[in-house]
T-cell receptor, first 112, second 113 residues
Framework: SQQGEEDPQALSIQEGENATMNCSYKTSINNLQWYRQNSGRGLVHLIL?????REKHSGRLRVTLDTSKKSSSLLITASRAADTASYFCATDPNTGRRALTFGSGTRLQVQP | KAGVTQTPRYLIKTRGQQVTLSCSPI?????VSWYQQTPGQGLQFLFEYFSETQRNKGNFPGRFSGRQFSNSRSEMNVSTLELGDSALYLC????????????FGQGTRLTVV
């Protein structure tokens, strides 16, 4: 079963706009990781945020984590057509198990 | 540095057969985990190996098994294939310690007919 849900399930924006995706989860975590997946291909690691961090940046990506609300958001600024993909959050639970639990993903479409 | 390599990329099998998928992790990574991705169930954890030992197993039947070799390469095996086993199987490699990133291969697309 999946740990959390992502919101929205699908998002369509114009090039240059910002895209925000949200992820909620259920149990306590060590860290949360965001991935991108182009159609039918492998997952590309974007960013990892630890449970004691609140915000992290990487290039055009900004990730926030609110452990009290068990939620995270991924912001992609100045989006490009090449950003079109599915985005997943994955939690590394604080249970001693070394297993990522994935959300259902957000399908992002960036119109040129 | 080479990424995670999965072979084969595509596979078509018949119901009842068995299949073996291979994963070579990033050099120096000791943890290999496997995931199944289907349209209906999304991404689900199968199992994780670290230094040739299975550390964790997801909620899959015993037909799904795996192993890890001394060079950290891993294989997963599915016996008595069912139509529902059709999926993208993804392997992830990480250093293995807490709070380290997991890097994924391109996956093996298995189709059971």
């Amino acid at each position: 079963s999946q740990q959390g849900e992502e919101d929205p399930q699908a998002l369509s924006i114009q090039e240059g706009e910002n895209a925000t995706m949200n992820c909620s989860y259920k149990t306590s975590i060590n860290n949360l990781q965001w991935y991108r997946q182009n159609s039918g291909r492998g997952l590309v690691h974007l960013i990892l945020i630890r449970s004691n961090e609140r915000e992290k940046h990487s290039g055009r990506l900004r990730v926030t984590l609110d452990t009290s609300k068990k939620s995270s958001s991924l912001l992609i600024t100045a989006s490009r057509a090449a950003d079109t993909a599915s985005y997943f959050c994955a939690t590394d639970p604080n249970t001693g198990r070394r297993a990522l639990t994935f959300g259902s993903g957000t399908r992002l479409q960036v119109q040129p | 540095k080479a990424g995670v390599t999965q072979t084969p990329r595509y596979l078509i099998k018949t119901r009842g057969q068995q299949v073996t998928l291979s994963c070579s992790p990033i050099s120096g990574h000791r943890s290999v985990s496997w995931y199944q991705q289907t349209p209906g169930q999304g991404l689900q954890f199968l199992f994780e190996y670290f230094s040739e030992t299975q550390r964790n197993k997801g909620n899959f039947p015993g037909r799904f098994s795996g192993r890890q070799f001394s060079n950290s390469r891993s294989e997963m095996n599915v016996s008595t294939l069912e139509l529902g086993d059709s999926a993208l199987y993804l392997c992830a490699s990480s250093f293995g310690e807490r709070n380290t990133e997991a890097f994924f291969g391109q996956g093996t697309r298995l189709t059971v007919v």
